[in-house]
Nanobody, 124 residues
Framework: QVQLVESGGGSVQAGGSLRLSCAAS????????MGWFRQAPGKEREGVVV???????EFADSVKGRFAISKDNAKNTLFLQMNSLKPEDTAMYYC??????????????????WGQGTQVTVSS
């Protein structure tokens, strides 16, 4: 059983930065496909970035060039560095994981394990 705990959300002004963390237990982040999703009020949950077990990474077009993802295997943690934040980035951000090698952004149904979410609010 994989457990995921997100942290690092908060409120920032447009143009600011935040770094989200997703601490995993029950399996190694190096052996999981891991991703970040977000859900704004009234909208569907959408994929932001995915890192497959072979480290293939794909970002949503809306965040390319602004967001970066990294893993710390020693801490068993996934990070999402978010720069140049925009009001439209405001959402609840969720960490997701699966033991399958998932290549490319896919629907939420592809992921077995989810964190509880962390809120990101960007004001103009």
């Amino acid at each position: 059983q994989v457990q995921l705990v997100e942290s690092g959300g908060g409120s920032v002004q447009a143009g600011g930065s935040l770094r989200l963390s997703c601490a995993a237990s029950g399996n190694s982040v190096s052996e999981l496909t891991m991703g970040w999703f977000r859900q704004a009020p009234g909208k569907e949950r959408e994929g932001v970035v995915v890192v497959a077990t072979d480290d293939y990474t794909e970002f949503a077009d809306s965040v390319k060039g602004r967001f970066a993802i990294s893993k710390d295997n020693a801490k068993n943690t996934l990070f999402l560095q978010m720069n140049s934040l925009k009001p439209e980035d405001t959402a609840m951000y969720y960490c997701a994981a699966d033991t399958k090698n998932i290549v490319g952004l896919g629907p939420r149904d592809w992921y077995m394990y989810w964190g509880q979410g962390t809120q990101v609010t960007v004001s103009s």
